[in-house]
């Protein structure tokens, strides 16, 4: 094996590569650490400030499209309005 390393790469993982928020789910029932984070839902952005909230997060926050790719569609945001905007985006 290359580099001494046993490679599982099950059917179902596929799709996490390209979602972000299902890639931070597989890593951590992996066992490793990941930031806090929310899947959010609302097509407006209405969930980020109880999921802000509930996860005891301060500003600025880091909002990400789930299916983004490396930095596109990655937003720092200084303020809940911003939050909500790109969220809603």
């Known amino acids: 094996p290359l580099l001494c390393l046993t490679i599982h ?4 993982l596929p799709p996490a590569r390209r979602d972000k928020g299902l890639m931070k789910l ?17 097509p407006d952005g209405s969930d980020v400030p109880d999921a ?12 990400k499209t789930p299916r983004g790719m490396s930095t596109m ?9 911003e939050a ?6």
């Open 9 to 12: 790469n099950p059917r179902a």
């Open 26 to 42: 597989h890593v951590a029932n992996a066992g490793l650490r990941v930031a806090k984070f929310a899947r959010l839902t609302a």
């Open 52 to 63: 802000i909230k509930s996860l005891e997060l301060d500003f600025p926050v880091v909002v």
């Open 73 to 81: 569609d990655v937003y720092i945001c200084q303020t809940m309005e």
């Open 84 to 89: 909500v905007k790109r969220s809603g985006q």
